[in-house]
């Protein structure tokens, strides 16, 4: 192998170097990334804000259904039923 290295030109050494690093990410590559995790955070923080939206509403909702159960078997309690 160092024959090999020996007869080729430093252009040819450079250029080999050089594809052995073509699998890696450059600057721009990792802008864009960050870019892409930024915009995916803020959808996901917006996301959670509805989310927790919805869940404040159904909370409520079975909230209300449970104080008119309790109204109505009050009510029921308090009627003559055939009695």
């Known amino acids: 192998m160092a024959t090999a290295e020996q007869t080729s030109s430093l ?4 250029s080999r170097i050089e594809g052995g690093y073509e699998h890696l990410a450059t600057k721009a590559d990792l802008a864009r990334v960050e870019t892409d995790l930024a915009q995916m955070k803020a959808e ?11 869940i404040r509403g159904i ?13 109505i078997s009050s009510v029921v309690e308090l009627l003559p039923l055939g009695g």
């Open 11 to 14: 252009g040819e050494r450079v």
């Open 44 to 54: 996901l923080k917006a996301d959670i804000a509805r989310q927790d939206g919805e």
């Open 59 to 71: 909370k409520w909702w079975i909230l209300s259904v449970g104080a008119a159960v309790v109204a």
